[in-house]
């Protein structure tokens, strides 16, 4: 259905995932000839309508723009068994089957962004920093929130053992979510939106998370490699990731090249916080001042 405005065009495709197998739902804005694209990578459990306010922001506070959203294999409106995969990777060949299809959409002078959270940071961490994937499109920089380098474990570093064990005797097991909206937003409104989210599963699979585990420590020490400009929003009262391993990790890159915003009060979901827009707002003046560097 494509939906039609004074300011943007919307419109929802479906694609095949890497898997061969399931379908990956995928939404295109566009405004005028584009001619800076966002594409956006969401978080574990939550879905692309989870950040429709971000992709909402760039269409409306920009010229000239697209932004691409997509759901993640078992994830949202995407095919796939609820959070679960067969291989990380399967994750990280989606993200460029979907830019495939974005890039042809926009022109080929078309200045590329990405905006990742969460486990979307290490799916985007792992596409640029694993030897084993790459990315074969021109990048003017990438904006991670509180990207998934390292995450908080219920028992601590002996869940990990568990996990590898577990996933051997049965790799489809839920594991139940442990933490609510409230621990993720301080906005009532979109903490209740999660809590009663139909399409957020209340659970994990234990496969989905060994293999998240194990992708965090792929490129846990790849930091020094990063040549692009990357922004890193940190959230200091996060319940899901570590905050000081992603500062840690961070400042391993160029200092030319990366920039560090810390937000010490805020939770986990800092795009669905009550300050959002101003994060958004900052998002923005990063931007612009890459492009201005750049150009």
């Not at 291989?87 to 979907?98: P, Q, S, T």
């Not at 890193?232 to 840690?248: E, N, R, Y």
């Amino acid at each position: 259905m494509t939906k039609t405005s004074a300011s943007y065009r919307a419109q929802d495709y479906s694609l095949t995932s890497s898997d061969g197998v399931s379908s990956l739902y995928v939404k295109h804005f566009s405004r005028g000839t584009p001619k800076v694209h966002f594409l956006i990578v969401h978080g574990a459990l939550e879905h692309s309508g989870r950040h429709k306010d971000l992709a909402e922001f760039w269409m409306g506070n920009m010229t000239d723009v697209a932004v691409t959203v997509f759901d993640l294999l078992g994830h949202g409106k995407s095919g796939g068994p609820r959070a679960f995969l067969t291989h990380f990777k399967n994750y990280v060949d989606d993200m460029l089957v979907v830019a495939d299809f974005a890039y042809k959409e926009i022109p080929d002078d078309c200045r590329k962004f990405i905006c990742c959270h969460s486990l979307g940071g290490l799916i985007t961490l792992s596409r640029f920093l694993d030897s084993s994937f790459g990315w074969p499109y021109a990048c003017d920089g990438i904006m991670f929130s509180s990207p998934c380098v390292k995450p908080k474990l219920l028992l601590g570093p002996s869940s990990e053992p568990l996990v590898q064990k577990l996933d051997k005797l049965t790799p489809r097991l839920h594991l139940p979510m442990i933490f609510k909206g409230s621990q993720l937003t301080h906005d009532t409104q979109r903490a209740n939106d999660f809590d009663t989210d139909p399409l957020i599963p209340r659970f994990i699979t234990v496969r989905m998370m060994k293999e998240i585990l194990e992708a965090t420590h792929r490129i846990r020490g790849l930091s020094y490699y990063f040549n692009l400009p990357v922004l890193f929003l940190i959230a200091g009262d996060d319940c899901l990731v570590q905050p000081d391993s992603t500062t840690l990790f961070a400042h391993g890159i160029d200092k030319k090249l990366a920039t560090v915003i810390q937000y010490p009060k805020h939770h986990h979901e800092l795009w669905n916080e009550i300050d959002r827009f101003e994060i958004f707002a900052t998002m923005k003046k990063w931007v612009e001042k890459t492009l201005k560097e750049k150009s």
